[in-house]
């Protein structure tokens, strides 16, 4: 465990001083020591702007540790288990965001057109788009979820917590209006 976590702080500051090293030397983008100026009002608009939703995500990472501290203290079996209904999850939560990306951009054109009913059709759209992917997200879960967790072990202890952790995690995915 201790090599992985080595490898991955070295890959992430080689990453990082790789971009670095290109941003200052590209004479394209045109970065260097004497742009780098403070904008206090612009920091201070920018943190106003986004202060919020960090502490939304903030608030998410301290739920899913406690959540965590929780569901050790049944085993490895139900970690295991709540840890692939949350990636499963996290996967149709990638697709949502896309689809709101979609969505913003469909609604801004329209309504800079000046077709408001155009925009809301199109947001009602991705909607029911997403929904269908939740309802089918519900079904596997529903139908197979022993067959999506033997995909990751073979050991059949997991099985009999995947159920109610894939179960509990659709409905909350399906009824959660921020997925």
């Given at each position: 465990m201790p090599a992985a976590?080595?490898?991955?702080?070295?890959?992430r500051g080689a990453a990082g001083a790789l971009v670095l090293h290109l941003l200052?030397?590209?004479?394209e983008?045109?970065?260097?020591?004497?742009?780098?100026?403070?904008?206090f009002a612009l920091m201070d608009r920018m943190l106003?702007?986004?202060?919020?939703g960090s502490l939304q995500i903030g608030c998410y990472g301290v739920a899913d540790i406690l959540a965590h501290?929780?569901?050790?203290?049944?085993?490895?079996?139900?970690?295991?288990?709540?840890r692939v209904a949350a990636r499963s999850t996290m996967l149709?939560?990638?697709i949502g965001f896309g689809l709101s990306g979609a969505a913003a951009t469909l609604v801004g054109q329209n309504l800079g057109a000046g077709k408001p009913e155009r925009a809301a059709q199109s947001a009602w759209i991705i909607t029911g788009i997403y929904g269908v992917f939740l309802l089918g997200q519900t079904a596997i879960y529903a139908l197979g979820v022993g067959h999506?967790?033997?995909?990751?072990?073979?050991?059949?202890?997991?099985?009999?917590w995947a159920s109610p952790?894939?179960?509990s995690s659709a409905s909350a995915s399906s009824s959660c209006p921020s997925t």
């Open positions: 976590a080595l490898a991955t702080v070295v890959s200052f030397k590209n004479l983008v045109g970065l260097g020591l004497a742009n780098l100026r403070h904008h106003r702007i986004v202060l919020p501290y929780f569901i050790a203290s049944f085993g490895t079996a139900a970690v295991a288990a709540s149709l939560m990638v999506l967790i033997g995909l990751f072990t073979t050991d059949g202890t997991p099985w009999r952790a894939c179960t």
